[in-house]
Structure formats: structure tokens, C-alpha cells
């Protein structure tokens, strides 16, 4: 992919969904919407990694907390509030990503099986046919993926933010024990989150094998 079209992809990505005049004008400068699709899923399945690891590192600070042995609680907390901050903000990376996937995917099937009509040819009609199917299957098996991993942030980042509000309003003992109380079931809701991920992490690289056949 050349990089005018990586700008241009880029821009795609940052605009609203208005979408049909959108695809068109950048269907006239080369750039097709299986291009557009494709490009969307390595986004979100990047993000998708990045926010693996920034859910890590957030539980890390939070297993750390536990621990704690004396020292200046307000800094703590100011660290655990940017682990829940910057978890956040993946968070919505991560929904967005998954809408204007969902946005070019349905434009592109909508083309896709309006030109299935118009071939004179039977068998190229089937084979088309056959393989629209075939990757719709595959695409619903990835916003499927993509939507389970992305409907396990919340709850965990519920549990983040109601600790760190505990932390700020309390700032002693106390907020560390009820921490210590909550930590096992952080642990094991941010392990299911990650293995979600790397599910749809590897769903996204096996649609974009199939697209670029």
C-alpha cells in the first residue's frame, strides 16, 4: 500500500460515518472499500493489542497497591487514576474501532451483492456468489470476536473506577484492604478479557488473509 493511500486511509478513519459520498470519493482517487475494510480491521485489531497490554499494566499497579508498605498514598492514587484514565480511553478506541468497521462492512456487502446482479455469466454469478457468503460468514465470526472481547471492559473498568474513587476519598488502610478484597476478581476478569482479545486478535488476521486473496 502506497503511503498517499495510508494518508488517505488514515483521514477514513477520523471522519464520521457518513459514508456512502465518502467511500465514492475515494474509490475515484484508487482506494476501494475491501482496501477500506481491510485497513480498519488491522486498526482495530492493533488497538485491540494495545489495550491487552494497557489492562496488564493497569492490573499491575493495582496488584502493586496491594502491597503497600508506607509512603505517599496521593501519588499512588495519581498513578492508578492514569492506569484507569488511559484504560478508558482504550476502551472507546475499542468501540469506535468496531463501528466504523460495522459502517464500511455494510457498504461494502450492499455493493458487493448489487453487482452479483449485474453478471451475464451463471457461473461467475455462483462463484461471486459463493464467495460473498463465504466472507460474510467470516465477518460476522470477527465482529462476533471483536464485540464478546469489547463487552468484558466495562465491567472491569467499573471495578477500576470505584476503586480508585475509594483510594481518592479515602487515602489509608482502608481503601488498600477493600482493594485487597476486590483484587482476585480483578484478576480473573482482566485474564478473560485478554484471552477475548487475542481471540478476536486472531480472527481479524484470518479475515484479512481472506480479503487479501
Known amino acids: 500500500m502506497n503511503h498517499i493511500k495510508i494518508i488517505f486511509l488514515s483521514l477514513a478513519f477520523s471522519l464520521s460515518a457518513c459514508s456512502s459520498m465518502y467511500y465514492s470519493g475515494l474509490e475515484k482517487i484508487g482506494i476501494p472499500k475491501r482496501e477500506v475494510m481491510v485497513y480498519r480491521v488491522e486498526k482495530a485489531r492493533d488497538t485491540q493489542e494495545e489495550t491487552k497490554e494497557q489492562f496488564k499494566s493497569a492490573l499491575e499497579q493495582f496488584t502493586a497497591l496491594t502491597g503497600f508498605q508506607g509512603g505517599d498514598l496521593e501519588t499512588t492514587y495519581n498513578k492508578l487514576n492514569g ?10 478506541e475499542v468501540r469506535q ?7 464500511v462492512s455494510e457498504a461494502l456487502f450492499s455493493e458487493w451483492e448489487n453487482e452479483i446482479t449485474q453478471y451475464s455469466s451463471a457461473s461467475l454469478k455462483r462463484s461471486s456468489q459463493t464467495k460473498l457468503k463465504e466472507t460474510k460468514i467470516q465477518y460476522r465470526q470477527l465482529i462476533t470476536a471483536m464485540k464478546s472481547a469489547e463487552s ?38 482482566v485474564s478473560n478479557l485478554i484471552a477475548a482479545m487475542e481471540k478476536s486478535i486472531n480472527e481479524a488476521n484470518a479475515f484479512i488473509k481472506t480479503m487479501e486473496k
Request: no cysteine; aromatic share 6%; charged share 30%.
Open 83 to 92: 492506569e484507569y484514565e488511559a484504560s478508558a480511553g482504550k476502551a472507546e
Open 97 to 103: 474501532r468496531i463501528r466504523d468497521i460495522e459502517d
Open 152 to 189: 468484558k471492559i466495562q465491567p472491569i473498568l467499573t471495578v477500576f473506577k470505584d476503586q480508585v474513587m475509594f483510594l481518592k476519598h479515602n487515602l489509608n488502610a482502608q481503601a488498600i484492604a477493600s482493594l485487597k478484597t476486590e483484587l482476585g476478581s480483578i484478576k480473573s476478569d
